[in-house]
Each structure stands twice: as C-alpha cells, then as structure tokens.
C-alpha cells in the first residue's frame, strides 16, 4: 500500500526549542525533492545521486536561498522507510530560529505542515506497522517509567501482535478448512469434524483470557497505579504526598478536614509509576463541603489498585482505623499500613493491633525528614514485582474491549457448538471474534480467510 498519498508533509521532529541538535523530517513523494532544493552536500553532487540511508554534510538555505546552518541531510526511498513512503530528514542546530526558518523553505516547495501524527498514521495506513505498534509509538514517547518503556518497546517491535495474531490463525484456519471443503467439495481435503473445532476453540478461549488478564497490569505500567492515601484527618496524607512529589502540591495545616477534594500527581515509587491520589478524611462530618470530599474519596478507594492507609500512631489505632484499613483491603486489594509523623512518635507500633491475620505491609515514614520512604519505595516495588511481567500485554482500554468481545464470540461459538448448531452458525461466532481480534490489530478478516484457503488448500490446484 506504499504511496497511499500524494502529497508531502514536513515537520519538527524534535521540540521548537534550544538544544543541540534539531530534526526536520519529511515523508511523501516529494520529500527527497524538496529537501534537495533547501540543501546543498558538500561533495557538490546532488543528495538524491549520494544514495539513501547516508548522512551527507552540508549547507541548508532558507526560502529565499540564503545560508542558515551546516547541516546532515538523509533520505530513504520507498518503501523501505518508517511511513512506506519516500522520508528525508535534515538534522540541524536546534536554534528555534534555525527550525522555522528551514521549515519556511521546505513549504515554499510545496511541502505541507504535518499533522499530529500524521508520520506514524501513514506508517499505519501504508501497511509498515499495525494499530497494536502505532499505539506503541505514542506510549514509548510518553513513557515515564524504565519498565513502561521496555513494554512500549517490545509493543512496538510486534510482540503483542504476534500473540494476537497466533489466536488470530487459530481461528483464520479453522474458518478456511471449512469453507474449503464446503467450496471444494470434489477436492480431497480432511472432512471438517466437531471435536477438532472444540480444541481450537478450547485454545483460543485459554489463550484470551491469559490476554486479557495482562490488561491490568500493562495500564497500570503506561498510566501508571491508581493508588489511594486514606485515613482519618490529620493522618498525614498530604504531606506524605507533598513529600514523595518533593515539593509542596497539597495544602497541610493543624486543622482537620482542610483537604476537601481529591489531588492525583504521578511519582515513581519503588521502580512503579503511581497515581497518587491524596484524599480527604474519611470519617462522618455535618460539613456539606467535607461531606463532598469524602464521598469522593471512597470513589477513588473503589478504582485503586493500591491503598495507603495511614495512621498518625500519637493517636491510637481504633476502630475507625479498622474499619479504613478493611475498606482499602476490600476495594483496592493491595494495600500498605503506613504509621506516619516518625519524628515525633520513634515509629512506635499503636497501629500493629488493627489487623491480625494475614496482616498488610507496614512501614513507618516522616513525611518532615523522608525516614521510612526508603521502606516505603521497597513495600511498592514487592506488591508490584518487575521484569518477568514486562511482555506482551495489554496497553489501554481499546485493546481491552476488543480482546473481551473476542474472547465473548468464542465462548459463545464453543457454546453452540457443545449445543449441536450446526458448523456454519457456529462459525459466524468465529467470525465475530476474528473480527474483533482484527479491530484489536487492524486487520481486514474476509481477504485474509480467503488468503489462506487458497495457500492451505488450493495450492497447485
């Protein structure tokens, strides 16, 4: 599908802004034109005739052709490039100045502003990447985390997709065997039989549901953990919060109830990318406002992952904070008691007794001196182990909904075929689910079936 275009886009590939180095690129039919019009090689030969995928030095002129920096330019020729397309790329100073000006020229001939990715969309629609690594390209820029990068990277070089195409055939073949030999009956192909369908699709409902409950993990990896700092007014919260972040996000006083909404910052913690979300108290108030803000963070409890539940120990541990520790133990599943205000208290044990057995990680901290974040970093980095976990996995909510209807078109074609409907109505199940799985990639399923009826079965015939 290479040249799905006919026009040239341009643009900025690195931040309008002071840095060594700065990159215009270019991808389109006219891309190696244009930029052999703004850039004169040193060597005095023109670039096109310097061969693609070589650096080559020299001088790049503004619209009006007057000399603005020293220059490498490259180009590639299509389709061997990231779009598919012809690209060129001149990699400049980075003076915003510089950037402009270049970009001015490369207009003048003829060239156009490229769009919020635009490159990575043709890339996509010109067949060099899938939905799956395009999606890639986006959380590898925005990744935050060492981890959310190896996954974007393993994304990107088609590791999911490999796993969702390996379903994919799974099902692609058992459709064409079928309308093979319904097709081809004077052929002599394996006559299509029920227990061979009920494996494939015992296999294909194992392998989605080992799919889906990736999801999870991978949205907490790119979005980072929904994590809840709950407990009582006045148990530190904010300046726990105030404290990870290094600098002061949240207003803390003496007074309980001064936080009457939620906050959420990120931090990485422990090697975990965390959405800290700082909560009000949770208690029972006549306050219409705290009444608000409470009420809002027993809805953040219900959507984290992670729960601190803290717990100033000067006051004793009661039932109140019992009771908060079993909320956060009930909605977010992971949690860490954190005994708080070190400094003043030695980490002293009051809060030990709320929680007898199978009790959660406890760590005491000083949001004032950092003693215990250290302890703090260490609980996180247990409750969310790395590396083994850093595969092919599920990246966003898309991906999700569209491997659940999968794996929903399978159980149901699994289901009709243990309830003896016949093998064509079975298969338009089969079909949903290819077709959901092809959402999930960007895959066409009809010219793909028809492909593999012809490579599997009518191959020299």
């Known amino acids: 599908m290479s040249g799905f275009f006919n026009d040239t886009i341009a643009a900025a590939a690195t931040p309008m802004a002071r840095s060594a180095i700065g990159i215009l690129r270019l ?131 088609g590791a999911l997709s490999r796993r969702v195409e390996a379903v994919y055939s799974l099902l692609a073949n058992l459709t064409a065997h079928f309308c093979a030999v319904l097709d081809y009956p004077d052929e002599d192909l394996d006559p299509f039989r029920a227990e061979t369908m009920e494996r494939t699709l015992d296999e294909a409902r194992s392998a989605l549901r080992a799919l889906l409950d990736t999801y999870r993990r991978g949205r907490g990896l790119v979005r980072g953990v929904p994590c809840a700092i709950v407990g009582r007014p006045n148990a530190g919260k904010s300046s726990l919060l105030n404290a990870l972040l290094g600098y002061d996000r949240a207003i803390v006083t003496e007074i309980p109830g001064t936080t009457r909404d939620t906050i959420e910052e990120k931090v990485e913690l422990g090697g975990v990318l965390l959405r800290l979300i700082d909560t009000a108290g949770l208690r029972e108030t006549d306050d219409t406002v705290e009444r608000l803000g409470v009420a809002r963070s027993r809805a953040a409890l219900e959507e984290a992952e992670l729960a601190l539940v803290l717990v100033d120990p000067r006051a004793g541990a009661d039932e109140e904070d019992a009771y908060i520790l079993r909320e956060a133990e009930e909605k977010a599943g992971r949690v860490i008691l954190v005994l708080t205000k070190a400094d003043l208290t030695g980490g002293g044990g009051a809060a030990v007794a709320l929680h007898g057995e199978n009790p959660p990680p406890l760590v005491s901290v000083s949001a004032k001196t950092g003693q215990g974040l250290d302890a703090l970093a260490d609980a996180v980095s247990k409750l969310f182990p790395q590396g083994a976990e850093e595969t092919d996995m599920l990246t966003n909510a898309r991906q999700a909904e569209a491997a659940g209807r999968a794996l929903e078109a399978v159980e149901a074609a699994r289901a009709a075929l243990l309830g003896g409907m016949p093998a064509d109505a079975v298969l338009s199940d089969v079909e949903a689910a290819m077709a959901a799985l092809g959402e999930l990639t960007g895959r066409s399923v009809c010219e793909d079936v028809t492909s593999r009826i012809f490579e599997r079965f009518c191959v020299g015939k």
């Not at 950037?99 to 490159?119: H, M, N, S, T, V």
């Open 27 to 157: 991808s389109g039919p006219g891309a190696v034109e244009a930029v052999s019009a703004v850039f004169q090689p040193k060597n005095g030969r023109p670039l096109a005739g310097c061969g693609p995928h070589r650096l080559v030095c020299g001088t790049l002129f503004d619209a009006a052709g007057r000399p603005i920096d020293q220059a490498l330019a490259t180009f590639s020729r299509a389709p061997d490039s990231y779009t598919g397309e012809d690209t060129a790329e001149l990699q400049c100073h980075g003076s915003p100045a510089v950037l402009a000006l270049g970009l001015e020229a490369l207009f003048a001939q003829g060239a156009r502003q490229a769009g919020p990715g635009e490159f990575t969309r043709r890339a996509f629609l010109n067949g060099k990447l899938d939905l799956t690594q395009a999606e890639a390209v986006a959380d590898l820029i925005d990744a935050e985390t060492p981890a959310a990068a190896r996954v974007a990277a393993l994304q990107l070089s």
